[in-house]
């Protein structure tokens, strides 16, 4: 057995006897379940429907699927072996449109691919693209303590936390992003206290974030989505750190729905906004929010919860599942390479220079 | 039988042998069932239940609930009818603290027994308060047809106009202050498509507003509270109107939670934000919003819904059910009066002059 995350951590992801272990993300806090992935479909089938979400976690996940299609061909012939994976990359890049870790993680396995001679075999190459996924997964949790560490400098004793959706452990594979800044800060010693909004609707907030947090034992405070203005109106809000989706060349943010109207009011109430996101959520290859694809999913989401419908019977429903937070709103971008204040086009370039990701 | 509005409307309340009936708000629109009032306790229960919620619509069934108390005790003493009305006054006035209607309504019904001479018999006094009462429910049908008359000219045709809650004909009497804007503007022949915010935790605009407007073939569209930001920068709302709870001296606007997020971006993407709102909403005693007391309630509401808890049990929970839009967010507020834009102290005060409404 080989866990993606110390056994003490919410485990998000897990590699159990040749197949992909997550945690049912739709029935938390209610059930702990373990959707078993078998195949790159089934994995495609989980992102979809979301068994696993957060950006990082999705890209995660994408990885092990490609790796489960591999084993599962490594005793066909190359051809069919290169047709089956084919098949795999574009199921899995089809599953959700926004995040980009999804796209990254896909890439770095294609490189896998392409570095591999062209007299390997299937179960050589199967082999490599497995320990690619542990490698992704092991980094992501690398990634996560290290923006913990930079971004714990940001939150002082004392102060009260807004974060939106679920950047945790259940985002990611583990520690968490914007969580994981949060739980640095409380490792430090520092006494912080966090106002969840509860995210409909798919309620990630106030089932996983307060989930997540109560384990922990970090005071956690539920609040619908709409009430955030007000607590800042009333001074009780010191600071609010999200997550990301996919941020552009230019520091514009996509994250959940909702990010962008809490960005709004935190300026006008002058409290900082900070996102916490690894580079594997940077994609320097779109140029503004703008462009970034928003997934709009069912409506059976927005007329109820979990099989409940309150909505009258067939009106109509957009359900965008993102919003753009444009980047003069944010305070500063949290990586695993540092605190970026006022993030721009130009520091965000400077970033992917070191390791000229790019060429 | 009489009833508060025409039988076509919605029956927010209605009086039918010697009982107020309440649609009862808390299981629309899955069931259209009535709850009945015989008592102010009664009554008052059922305003603090939210069987019957919205600023106008607490005031009638507050000045309701005063009726049926004094039919109740018209055999008794004189000492005994005083009595008993000036407990169920309390426990009216007890019932929600916000929406200032309800105070309102009970000093109309205080000013009844007040012109009665001392010797007027309890049962004079009864008839004469349940005369009240019903003219009490009547002028808030016609306060809101009239508001909709001077509201319909700041909606032009095509315009998709987002509301926050509910604030049509379950709210009032009837007719509804921002839906009844709507509804005159789509009676004078224009097309207007609304966007609902689903308004969690009770989920007014989900259950009340789409069931409202979709019964009037009024094209509705149902969003999460979190979505209305990002359909502001995508340019797919052309202006917002909302009720409001209780307005202060200066034009500060109690409304339900959130609104105050979509004020501040309805600004930002200089979207006119109109409040509709009866001069018995107008409170001219509090000079500013900071000063109206925001009612906190249970926090089942915002774990769950209808018995359904999705959160972790015991997390805790804030639940502020309204906050403060300054006057200075908003465009125009809109009365049976007319139409007053920007409004301020100096406006307002003058709404009150004709009637000298203070003296």
Request: charged share 20%; hydrophobic share 50%; proline share 5%.
């Amino acid at each position: 057995m080989k866990t993606c995350a110390p056994s003490s951590m919410v485990e998000t992801l897990r590699w159990r006897e040749g197949r992909l272990e997550l945690i049912d993300q739709r029935v938390l806090p209610a059930r702990v379940e373990f959707v078993a992935c078998a195949t790159a479909d089934e994995t495609a089938r989980a992102i979809r429907d979301m068994v696993v979400r957060g950006a990082p976690a999705i890209g995660c996940a994408a990885a092990y699927g490609i790796a489960l299609e591999a084993a599962r061909l490594k005793n066909a012939t190359p051809g069919e072996f290169s047709a089956g994976l084919g098949r795999a990359f574009d199921a899995l890049a089809g599953s959700r449109p926004t995040a980009v870790n999804l796209f990254w993680a896909l890439e770095r396995m294609r490189d896998v691919i392409k570095a591999s001679s062209a007299a390997a075999r299937p179960a050589d190459i199967a082999a490599r693209l497995l320990d690619e996924a542990h490698r992704i997964a092991a980094a992501d949790v690398a990634a996560n303590r290290a923006m913990g560490g930079h971004g714990a400098a940001l939150l002082a004793d004392g102060m009260r936390v807004l974060t939106h959706c679920n950047a945790g452990a259940l985002a990611t594979a583990g520690h968490g992003t914007a969580l994981g800044v949060i739980r640095s800060a409380v490792a430090a010693g520092k006494r912080i206290s966090v106002i969840a909004g509860e995210t409909r609707p798919f309620l990630q907030g106030a089932r996983l974030t307060a989930w997540e947090l109560t384990r922990d034992g970090i005071p956690v405070t539920l609040i619908a989505d709409s009430m955030s203005g007000h607590l800042m109106s009333r001074g009780e809000i010191d600071a609010v750190i999200v997550g990301a989706d996919r941020v552009a060349a230019n520091g514009d943010v996509a994250n959940k729905i909702g990010t962008y109207m809490i960005a709004v009011l935190a300026r006008r109430h002058r409290i900082p906004f900070y996102v916490a996101a690894p580079l594997s959520t940077i994609d320097p290859r779109i140029a503004c929010g703008d462009a970034i694809p928003i997934e709009e999913r069912g409506a059976a989401e927005v007329r109820g919860h979990a099989g409940l419908e309150w909505a009258p019977a067939g009106v109509a429903v957009r359900n965008p599942a993102f919003d753009v937070t444009p980047a003069e709103l944010v305070t500063a971008l949290i990586t695993e390479m540092g605190v970026m204040r006022e993030p721009d086009r130009g520091r965000i370039a400077a970033l992917f220079k070191p390791v000229n990701r790019d060429s």
